[in-house]
């Protein structure tokens, strides 16, 4: 999956799998988490989003995740 770099103070870069409909976010500290059942058009909205921070949180913290080693 191709990582796309974001400009963030919490997010470093960003993959989406629209096939399996998986957003992968890589955070400034190195952790990387993988969420489940993310449509396309929530994946556009978050990038395009002003607050990428706030976004997750608002529409993916509490959601099926898993962080990846």
Do not use: A, P
Not at 1 to 16: A, D, L, Q, T, Y
Not at 18 to 35: A, D, I, T
């Amino acid at each position: 999956m191709k990582m796309i770099n974001v400009e963030s103070s919490c997010i470093k870069s960003v993959g989406f799998d629209e096939e399996k409909n998986e957003l992968v976010v890589e955070f400034q500290n190195g952790r990387q988490y993988k969420y489940f059942n993310c449509s396309k058009g929530l994946y556009e909205n978050f990038m395009n989003s002003s607050s990428k921070g706030r976004f997750l949180n608002d529409y993916f913290v509490g959601t099926s995740c898993v962080r990846l080693v």
